[in-house]
């Protein structure tokens, strides 16, 4: 990467708060509250715990829920909140060159089972379901109501897609594309993928349990993290939060859903950060793993944290946020850049009983932290791996 891409507005909502603020008072808090799903329900004899947000939020725009998706509007409020902390608007960003990167899974599938059940019955649903959906690309939203003219993308894979989108974002920096990037990921919680989780039996009955011994699966999530990413001649003097220091993405090659069980893929994206960072393993002050509290994936990413960073704290937020799928990226990058601000790690809750096969142990306290530079990475469905190195911000 040859040189650190800025980052200077932070924006996050999601199971754990409605702004990054709330999210990072109650995760040091030790709060989290998974619940039975209350903006939809299904017939499955089994309810399993989600983090939908705690709080319906308001967009500026007239009946919302008519002009975008869910996962869209996410996607705008957190853009809204970062560039509000980096101090920009609609009127100051004309001129500027300004792209718009944002990662999903959810988001970019038609989400609308009464439209579906009409037509499968012989009715003839009205279409405007359909044309809200063709609406709400989650870049091109955000694209459309700032006005944005640079280049606009929706990266769709998986569940690495977030961090995907950050490490793309920083490559149209360092080309020159962009002046400023609006990066990084937004999902919404539906019950075609609630159903389908459950289906593939990886949900826990209970609040999950990341790297523990009796994990049995994850808790789902919605939300949506962005930043604000920023070249040296736009920013100035101006301070910035943090740095996006290294990219790296690699695939298993392996299976469909199942993470390879050397690691290889994690690896080779590992690898890759690394050496566009220029930095080493030493300096790593800790890791925002992926953490999802599968057995597969848990085991096999332990393994590599141990092989590649040994010693390295390492700690997943998913036990606050719930695995938001496209969006964790986003929002676990958005964490790892606050957490080395603040100079303190959140627990990783819901750990308490050491797994023989888990290598290392996830931090079980809010601890402090002394380093320049952390390690965010997201493991996906397809066996991608994507890796960001995330470096302090200014003094």
Not at 135 to 143: D, F, G, Q, T, Y
Not at 157 to 186: E, F, K, Q, R, Y
Not at 347 to 370: F, L
Request: proline share 5%; with cysteine.
């Amino acid at each position: 990467m040859n040189q650190p891409v800025a980052i200077t507005g932070l924006g996050c909502l999601c199971g754990a708060g409605m702004n990054l603020a709330e999210c990072m008072e109650s995760m040091f808090r030790g709060v989290r509250k998974p619940r039975p799903p209350f903006r939809f329900s299904t017939d499955h004899p089994v309810s399993y715990p989600v983090l939908e947000l705690r709080d319906e939020f308001k967009l500026p725009l007239d009946d919302q829920e008519k002009v975008y998706a869910r996962t869209s509007q996410l996607a705008l409020a957190a853009a809204l909140e970062a560039l509000a902390d980096a101090g920009w608007d609609e009127a100051s960003l004309r001129g500027k060159k300004v792209g718009v990167c944002i990662g999903t899974t959810v988001g970019c599938a038609l989400n609308c089972d009464d439209f579906y059940r009409a037509y499968k019955e012989g009715d003839d649903p009205e279409m405007d379901v359909i044309e809200r959906f063709l609406r709400s690309n989650p870049a091109s939203v955000i694209a459309r109501q700032l006005k944005l003219d640079g280049p606009n993308q929706t990266v769709v894979n998986a569940c690495s897609s977030g961090t995907d989108a950050i490490g793309l974002g920083a490559s149209w920096i360092h080309s020159g594309a962009c002046d400023i990037v609006i990066a990084g990921g937004a999902d919404e919680l539906s019950r075609v993928t609630y159903a389908g989780f459950s289906s593939l039996m990886i949900t826990d009955t209970e609040p999950c349990k990341p790297f523990d011994v009796n994990r049995k699966g994850l808790n789902l999530g919605e939300g949506a993290g962005i930043m604000v990413l920023e070249s040296d001649a736009i920013r100035g003097d101006r301070k910035a939060w943090g740095f996006v220091r290294g990219y790296g993405s690699a695939c298993d090659a392996y299976h469909l859903t199942a993470p390879r069980p050397d690691g290889a893929g994690l690896k080779q994206a590992m690898g890759e950060a690394f050496a566009a960072a220029g930095l080493t393993p030493e300096q790593i002050a800790f890791v925002n793993a992926h953490g999802t509290g599968t057995p597969d994936n848990d085991k096999v990413e332990s393994g590599v944290l141990a092989e590649m960073l040994p010693g390295v704290p390492f700690l997943s937020t998913k036990g606050y946020t719930g695995h938001t799928l496209g969006a964790a990226g986003g929002i676990e990058a958005v964490f790892t850049v606050e957490s080395l601000r603040r100079g303190k790690l959140p627990a990783n809750i819901g750990y308490a009983d050491a797994d023989p096969e888990i290598k290392g142990t996830p931090v079980t306290e809010n601890t402090e932290i002394d380093g320049e530079y952390a390690l965010s990475e997201s493991l996906a469905f397809g066996g991608n791996n994507a890796v960001l190195i995330l470096g302090k911000g200014d003094d």
